[in-house]
């Protein structure tokens, strides 16, 4: 019985231990200096699924929308190559929102970036330092889907 | 090891065990208003927390008033403290929620809206505001003040149509690189 309580007790500890690192985690993780290779998109498109699959809302079939979402407030990430969503909270010095360009010539566009990466809750967040590399739109994913949304090129009149 | 030390590691573990499942099954959409569209993982949510400067939350990079709109923004939800995104407001026009947002400012609010997304090792889904009021207030507001924000911003926006359509900075970035880009 001493011996099943104290294996227990182990156990507690344990679970204390890690729930206690959980909750610093959830607090707010410090910062870590990364290198990210991906895809610049449109979030909500991507995570929302209001425009279809995650496979159509990026690349050059989603462009359009992207600068639209982009200009219009909404958060801009990185989709890196393993699949993760960063949330980019600055980029070049500048705040993402700032109404400036840059985030807008970026849009779409396969990079390679460096940062500070913040992880809360879940979510990865990124301060883009520098974009070390640009290859433009190498997703050519219109030729899959046409243009997302359809409405995206006016009609000629 | 004592039996004393035992006991109390053992409720200590069972108490921290059932807040983190508490907290893990958290549902805010009792009471939600919000409209439905049927989004990736779409949940409504009504809840009490404060509107932050996301990258100040994280770093302690604070500009004042929440960087005056320039800044990603979102809301530390009071029950479980979770940090979260505000990624759209209540318009269809491509909008985000930083206009709708920034008035309350390090203030406490009361939000309706849905959190968006299917990932399951994500506490704080993104989330679109549709709803929003100060605390302690009893009417809402409707979260749809980003296109008077930006006729605010853009007096000499050219041409008809949605502002999509007329704003200087897309319409630059479509004239150098076409619809699609520079495929």
Same mark, same amino acid.
């Given at each position: 019985?001493?011996?099943?309580?104290?294996?227990?007790?182990?156990?507690?500890?344990?679970?204390?231990?890690?729930?206690?690192?959980?909750?610093?985690?959830?607090?707010?993780?410090?910062?870590?200096?990364?290198?990210?290779?991906?895809?610049?998109?449109?979030?909500?498109?991507?995570?929302?699924?209001?425009?279809?699959?995650?496979?159509?809302?990026?690349?050059?079939?989603?462009?359009?929308?992207?600068?639209?979402? +982009?200009? %219009?407030?909404?958060? @801009?990430?990185?989709?890196?190559?393993?699949?993760? =969503?960063?949330? &980019?909270?600055?980029?070049? *010095?500048?705040?993402?929102?700032?109404?400036?360009?840059?985030?807008?010539?970026?849009?779409?566009?396969?990079?390679? +970036?460096? %940062?500070?990466?913040? @992880?809360?809750?879940?979510?990865?967040?990124?301060? =883009?330092?520098? &974009?070390?590399?640009?290859? *433009?739109?190498?997703?050519?994913?219109?030729?899959?889907?046409?243009?997302?949304?359809?409405?995206?090129?006016?009609?000629?009149? | 090891?004592?039996?004393?030390?035992?006991?109390?590691?053992?409720?200590?573990?069972?108490?921290?065990?059932?807040?983190?499942?508490?907290?893990?099954?958290?549902?805010?959409?009792?009471?939600?208003?919000?409209?439905?569209?049927?989004?990736?993982?779409?949940?409504?949510?009504?809840?009490?927390?404060?509107?932050?400067?996301?990258?100040?939350?994280?770093?302690?990079?604070?500009?004042?008033?929440?960087?005056?709109?320039?800044?990603?923004?979102?809301?530390?939800?009071?029950?479980?403290?979770?940090?979260?995104?505000?990624?759209?407001?209540?318009?269809?026009?491509?909008?985000?929620?930083?206009?709708?947002?920034?008035?309350?400012?390090?203030?406490?609010?009361?939000?309706?809206?849905?959190?968006?997304?299917?990932?399951?090792?994500?506490?704080?889904?993104?989330?679109?505001?549709?709803?929003?009021?100060?605390?302690?207030?009893?009417?809402?507001?409707?979260?749809?003040?980003?296109?008077?924000?930006?006729?605010?911003?853009?007096?000499?926006?050219?041409?008809?149509?949605?502002?999509?359509?007329?704003?200087?900075?897309?319409?630059?970035?479509?004239?150098?690189?076409?619809?699609?880009?520079?495929?």
């Amino acid at each position: 019985m001493k011996r099943l309580l104290l294996a227990m007790a182990g156990f507690a500890a344990g679970l204390l231990v890690s729930g206690g690192l959980s909750g610093q985690i959830a607090i707010a993780a410090g910062a870590k200096t990364v290198e990210v290779k991906g895809e610049i998109i449109d979030t909500w498109c991507y995570l929302s699924g209001v425009m279809g699959g995650t496979d159509a809302v990026v690349g050059s079939a989603h462009h359009t929308c992207a600068l639209w979402c +982009a200009a %219009g407030g909404i958060p @801009v990430g990185v989709r890196a190559d393993d699949g993760t =969503v960063y949330m &980019v909270l600055k980029i070049k *010095g500048e705040d993402p929102l700032a109404l400036s360009d840059t985030i807008l010539e970026l849009q779409s566009d396969s990079i390679v +970036a460096n %940062g500070q990466h913040y @992880v809360r809750d879940g979510v990865n967040y990124l301060v =883009v330092a520098n &974009v070390v590399s640009n290859d *433009g739109i190498t997703n050519r994913n219109h030729e899959d889907f046409g243009v997302v949304p359809g409405f995206a090129i006016p009609e000629k009149k | 090891m004592n039996m004393k030390l035992i006991v109390v590691l053992l409720t200590a573990a069972s108490s921290l065990a059932l807040t983190t499942a508490i907290v893990a099954a958290e549902d805010f959409s009792k009471d939600s208003k919000a409209n439905t569209f049927g989004l990736s993982g779409e949940q409504k949510a009504m809840f009490s927390g404060k509107v932050v400067d996301i990258l100040c939350e994280l770093s302690g990079d604070c500009p004042v008033n929440c960087g005056d709109g320039n800044r990603n923004l979102g809301i530390v939800r009071a029950p479980d403290n979770a940090l979260v995104v505000v990624s759209k407001n209540a318009q269809f026009e491509f909008n985000g929620a930083v206009d709708d947002l920034l008035p309350y400012c390090n203030k406490s609010v009361d939000v309706d809206g849905l959190l968006i997304g299917e990932d399951p090792g994500v506490k704080a889904k993104v989330y679109m505001v549709q709803f929003i009021r100060l605390s302690g207030e009893t009417d809402w507001n409707k979260a749809e003040l980003w296109t008077k924000a930006w006729k605010k911003r853009n007096t000499d926006a050219a041409g008809e149509g949605p502002w999509y359509r007329r704003d200087p900075r897309v319409a630059k970035q479509i004239e150098k690189e076409g619809y699609l880009g520079n495929v």
